[in-house]
């Protein structure tokens, strides 16, 4: 079984949906973290790099050791450097096991989610004591380490040259772009699953008091509410969240390489989404990662059209041009297309009809001063 | 430290940070006029230390001048020293000019997109009331923004001029008849510790000595109270951020001598640069300059050291000595070495020596008396 192909202007228009949709999925999914750190609770966390690529890395270098073990194929001792033979090997078991390539994958996310919390909370230590323009630096600089690190340490993905990644998709692969609509299909569910977790957030007396940590920390401080718990436990869990999707997008390729992971690819373009489409608002946040990636996709489609007639690489055009258009969104557009709205609470209507219905109780009704009818009242003024 | 009239003990610290700077530049110096006469050949990491700690103690005295007019951490201060690295690169491969000749030009330039940067996207987003995260971000796209300039540059030059290597090149000394040699050692092993001294100390001279100077301080210490007084602010703001890109520049340039260079080449120097302005203080231009010297040095020394201990790996986390000195600063004297109290430290020094030189003068007079 194929998925049809359906060309126009020479491009297949379905495969470029595919994978349009795919990394769109899995921006969001990091974007959306990035929101729940930086546009609810303040947290400006420059380093998102670092997160993403310890997740892909901590699944990319242990599902192909686990299932090399568990098949029993000869490492030599030396699994990265035999990677070339090993990989196919475990392919040619994987495409008849889809129980085993599911629990692969399924170690790979748990395991880049432990490594993804366990990172956040080492970062949760100066996140909750430093002034914002101190952490910024902090992470920024630990995430450009760590992506020496992943460049230079033989043993975890290869350094530089990278290493192949089980595939863990390959039974999937009955006929032509058919594996690629399973990964579709995986992290769609868990990119609506991550938007839907994240609203829920944002609408939860939780969310409201995020917010008022980001807005008054010395009044939410004085309200009662723990700051320093609320910063770590954020960062814990969308760090673990980014994680997770790193390993999956190391799984959709198929390797992982260092090189993937820079400043540029993960910090700044999510800071892009965020910040296009509306800080603390999760639907702006999804609109802009995906304005974000529809352009970015269509740049990356149509530009071999143009590179006879530049004199350069178009790439490098791409960062001026979205370097602008975040500049001129901070300027002049600084709440992003949809702005943050003010929090979500009942209707006037509903809370006097609760109250209506609990005016029963001596209790309630000892407490309101005023009556039921009165508060419908001034719902509609004039 | 930039207070516009400093107390005594303010003074006094200042001092004591220059000469510690100059202190550590003549170290280093002798050290290898030392090894010159004492040691066949001199272990190559030892020269390394050297140019390493004056161009981090250079870069690091931009950064926190930037810093400190405009108090948002500047991520694309990288990029000023890409700037240099290109300048030196291109005025060498395609007009045969000598990087030390071509210096003033980098510094020039990199003043030139430092100010456009302050004055094109910063003041816009400060006057609209940006926040400081929104500032923040804006200058690491400004980053992105100049590594796409330089990427396009790099691949006009190759189409325009043949040089193949020119998003990745070796450093440029490897060329003959770049470098000079000065008693047999390269010549920026006498010339970046000098242009620091130089700087530091000319900055203390304009800082201290000139009206000009005077109002750059009034203006970063209390900027309406400058503002009354007279003093053009903004001014003051554009020169500092010009020196600062300037330094970045003289600093890329030689850099590309040592060092190999490319489109991102600067921007990837930035866990260094911070440390060593973080170590300062972030406050003080002489405390930047010495955290320079600290970082520059130790990157290099102390993972020599744990090579020689633990094994070549220990390579791999030579920028991991910046990171680290980065967090403990922050984390147990956030101010840096500035706000470690020295005052105590010259001035006890001073008054044992006194009372020693009365007891002596004593004593040689009871024996006169005799």
Avoid: C
């Amino acid at each position: 079984m194929d998925v049809p192909m359906f060309v126009l202007f020479g491009i297949d228009i379905i495969r470029f949906l595919i994978d349009l949709t795919t990394v769109y999925a899995l921006y969001l999914i990091v974007s959306l973290t990035l929101n729940l750190e930086a546009g609810f609770s303040g947290i400006p966390n420059f380093g998102k790099v670092m997160f993403v690529a310890a997740g892909a890395a901590a699944a990319g270098s242990v599902s192909g050791r686990v299932a090399a073990i568990v098949l029993n194929i000869d490492t030599h001792g030396d699994y990265n450097g035999f990677i070339a033979s090993i990989i196919p090997n475990i392919d040619k078991a994987l495409s008849q096991n889809i129980l085993l390539s599911v629990e692969l994958m399924v170690l790979g996310v748990v395991l880049a989610a432990v490594v993804g919390a366990v990172l956040g909370f080492v970062a949760s230590y100066p996140a909750i004591r430093l002034r914002e323009d101190y952490l910024g630096m902090l992470l920024l600089a630990a995430a450009q380490l760590f992506q020496i690190f992943l460049g230079g340490y033989q043993p975890l993905i290869g350094a530089s040259q990278g290493i192949e990644v089980p595939d863990v998709f390959i039974w999937a692969e009955t006929g032509i772009e058919v594996r690629d609509v399973a990964v579709l299909l995986l992290v769609g569910v868990f990119a609506i699953l991550v938007y839907f977790y994240v609203e829920r957030v944002a609408r939860s007396p939780l969310g409201r008091t995020l917010r008022a940590i980001r807005d008054n920390e010395v009044a939410a401080r004085a309200l009662g509410k723990n700051d320093a718990a609320v910063r770590r436990n954020v960062i814990i869990v969308a760090s673990a969240i980014s994680a997770m999707a790193g390993a999956l997008l190391t799984f959709y390729v198929g390797a992982v390489n260092a090189e993937t992971w820079t400043r540029i690819t993960w910090t700044f373009w999510i800071w892009v989404m965020v910040i296009i489409g509306g800080a603390a608002n999760n639907a702006g946040v999804a609109l802009g990662a995906f304005s974000f990636t529809f352009l970015f996709k269509t740049v990356d489609l149509v530009k071999f059209y143009f590179q006879g007639y530049i004199p350069f690489d178009v790439n490098w055009l791409e960062y001026l041009m979205f370097a602008a258009l975040l500049i001129l969104i901070l300027a002049y557009r600084p709440g992003g297309i949809l702005p943050e709205k003010s929090s979500a609470t009942l209707p006037w209507r509903t809370i006097a009809q609760i109250v209506q219905s609990e005016s029963s109780s001596p209790n309630v009704s000892a407490l309101l001063s005023t009556p039921a009818e009165k508060i419908d009242q001034t719902e509609k003024p004039g | 430290m930039l207070s516009p009239h400093p107390n005594r003990s303010q003074r006094t610290r200042q001092r004591i940070l220059v000469l510690a700077v100059l202190a550590i530049i003549i170290v280093f110096i002798a050290e290898l006029v030392v090894d010159y006469f004492l040691r066949p050949v001199i272990p190559p990491y030892l020269l390394d230390t050297i140019v390493y700690a004056s161009l981090f103690g250079l870069m690091a005295m931009g950064l926190t001048l930037t810093y400190i007019t405009t108090k948002v951490p500047n991520f694309a201060y990288g990029s000023f020293v890409t700037v240099g690295i290109y300048t030196s690169y291109s005025l060498l491969r395609v007009n045969h000019i000598n990087p030390y000749v071509s210096a003033p030009l980098a510094f020039v330039l990199g003043g030139f997109s430092s100010v456009a940067m302050y004055l094109i996207v910063l003041r816009l987003l400060a006057r609209r009331g940006s926040s400081l995260v929104a500032l923040m971000i804006s200058t690491l796209a400004i980053d992105i923004a100049f590594i796409g300039i330089f990427g396009i540059y790099s691949d006009y030059l190759t189409s325009l001029y043949r040089l193949i290597d020119s998003k990745y090149f070796i450093a440029l000394s490897a060329t003959p008849g770049t470098d000079f040699s000065l008693y047999g050692l390269p010549g920026l092993l006498y010339v970046a510790p000098i242009s620091l001294a130089a700087i530091a100390a000319g900055l203390y001279l304009l800082l201290t000595k000139t009206r000009f100077g005077i109002a750059m301080r009034a203006s970063v210490e209390n900027p309406s109270l400058a503002r009354i007084l007279g003093i053009d602010v903004e001014r003051t703001y554009v020169f500092a951020w010009w020196l600062a890109g300037g330094f970045a520049a003289l600093s890329g340039t030689y850099y590309s001598l040592w060092l190999p260079g490319g489109t991102s080449a600067g921007s990837n120097l930035i866990v260094e640069v911070f440390a060593a302005s973080v170590l300062g203080g972030l406050a003080s231009i002489y405390g930047a300059a010495l955290g320079g010297l600290i970082v520059g040095a130790s990157e290099i020394l102390l993972t020599q050291a744990g090579a020689e201990l633990f094994g070549s790996w220990v390579e791999i986390y030579q920028k991991g000595v910046p990171l680290v000195i980065m967090v403990v600063t922050l984390l147990l004297f956030p101010h840096g070495l500035v706000s470690v109290s020295w005052r105590g430290v010259p001035h006890s020094a001073a008054q044992s020596f006194r009372s020693m030189l009365t007891r002596l003068t004593r004593t040689f007079r009871a024996r006169g008396g005799n």
